[in-house]
Structure formats: C-alpha cells, structure tokens
C-alpha cells in the first residue's frame, strides 16, 4: 500500500469515527442504555453458561425431559385419581343436649355391663342408643333404644332379668288379683287400703302428673314405681333408695305444681 493511500484510509477512518461520536453525542440516553443492556446481558449469559455447575431448577428454556420432575409429575397424578378412604364416623352422643341424671345412671350400668363404651355424660345420643339397644337384645325386650325409668331397673337386674317378648307386660306396679311373678313386680308389705298404700298412691299420682312415669296411681308399690322414685330423687340430688316417704311426697307435690 503506498503511502497516499494509507494517508486517504486514516482521514476515511478518523472521519467516519468523528461521525459516530457525532451521533452518539446527540443522542447519550439512547446509546448509554444499549451499552448498558449489552453489559447486563453479557454478564448473565456468561453467568448461566460458564458458571452454573447444576441445573437451574426453573429454566427459561427445556430441550431434554426431566426424568426426576416426570417421575414426581406422575406420582402426584396417581395420589390424586387413587379413591379417597372415607374415615369412619366417630359415635358419639349428642353434646348440645343437656345432662340428665336418669341417662347417667343408664350410661353407668351399661358400662359396668359391657354394653357402653364412652365417658358417662348423661346426654343422650347415638353412643347411648346403641348400647341401650345391644343390651335389650341380649335380654329379650322391646328394642326402643329409649333411657327410662322401666329401662334403669332392668339394668339393675342384670343378669336376673328375665327375658320377655314385650317389656310392656311389666306393669307400673301390681293390679289386684295379679301375680307378682307374672308382671316382675317387687310388691312391699303395704296394702292399697293402709297408710302406707295411701302414701304410694299419692306418690304415684304425683310422679306421672310430674311427667317422671307413666305409673298407675294404685297403692301399690311396684318395681317400675320404685324406678320412678329412684329416677326423681337422681334429680333432686337424693340419694336413689327407691322406697316411698313423705319427703318424697313433699317434693313431688313441689315439683308437680
């Protein structure tokens, strides 16, 4: 090359340098934020080529399958179409209904039976029902499910309970003229027509007006008119005896009034 030549190349070289720094003079926000984002681009490019020794747990870009994502992916897919295993329910008795003393008595001698399972609450509920049902079953009576004052002296049988086809034989308390072995009665020595006959029946009358039982107000003492007298003195926080008196009488003409 001679040297006019290399002469015009240097001024053709110097000028179109001029030129450039013209243009990036009249325009440096626009060109500073090229060379900006030419820099940053450059550092993560070489960050993610040349740096990383794994791989990067979200790519931008996948050209292979992840064998360790599809396995997840797959068992994830499988847990949920397998059926779900519905828990069985848990029995348990009704806990918005208030205690009952009569229910506490029942739950207990279930219990010492065999027949309940859960902590003596006194509410009444699925839990009582079925125990109340097993236990009526096993000894032949009316399956009602129902805690009675009838229910809680067949309890405390137990095992001298005899069975029978209908528990309704057994009356509230002895109708002149009937055996007591035929109606499993528990018969004092009070007659209908003595003091002691007239303070029974009074009782009597007073427990069913008080909705306690259902009890035939005749003067005698019957195994079902003693539950009931067991039944209302549990509820008067008495200790349940079962046996007639005036206390009781007062008490109940109180409490039915």
Do not use: W
């Not at 086809?165 to 057994?170: I, N």
């Not at 200790?239 to 109940?252: D, F, H």
Request: charged letters at 20%.
């Amino acid at each position: 090359m001679t040297a006019l030549a290399a002469q015009g190349l240097a001024r053709g070289t110097a000028r179109g340098a001029a030129t450039c720094l013209g243009i990036i003079a009249a325009r440096p926000v626009l060109f500073g934020s090229v060379a900006l984002f030419g820099a940053l681009a450059g550092l993560v490019g070489d960050n993610a080529l040349n740096r990383q020794t794994g791989r990067h747990p979200h790519p931008m870009l996948v050209t292979r399958p992840d064998a360790g994502a599809a396995t997840q992916r797959a068992g994830a897919r499988a847990a949920s179409a397998a059926p779900r295993v519905a828990s069985a329910p848990r029995i348990e008795n009704d806990p918005r209904i208030l205690a009952f003393p009569l229910v506490s008595e029942v739950q207990t001698l279930l219990a010492e039976a065999g027949y309940y399972k859960l902590a003596v609450d006194g509410r009444p509920g699925q839990a009582t029902d079925i125990a109340i049902r097993a236990f009526q079953r096993d000894h032949g009576l009316r399956v009602d499910g129902m805690a009675t004052p009838l229910l809680l002296s067949q309890l405390r049988q137990g095992d001298d309970l005899a069975p029978a086809s209908d528990s309704a034989d057994q009356v509230a308390s002895l109708i002149e003229g009937t055996d007591p072995a035929a109606t499993g009665a528990v018969v004092s020595d009070a007659s209908p027509g003595s003091a002691d006959g007239d303070l029974v029946r009074q009782i009597q009358d007073r427990l069913a007006r008080a909705r306690i039982a259902d009890v035939q107000p005749d003067g005698i003492l019957g195994e079902r008119t003693r539950a009931a007298i067991r039944t209302f003195e549990a509820l008067e926080g008495m200790e349940p005896t079962g046996e007639p008196s005036t206390e009781i009488l007062r008490r109940l003409e109180k409490a039915s009034r």
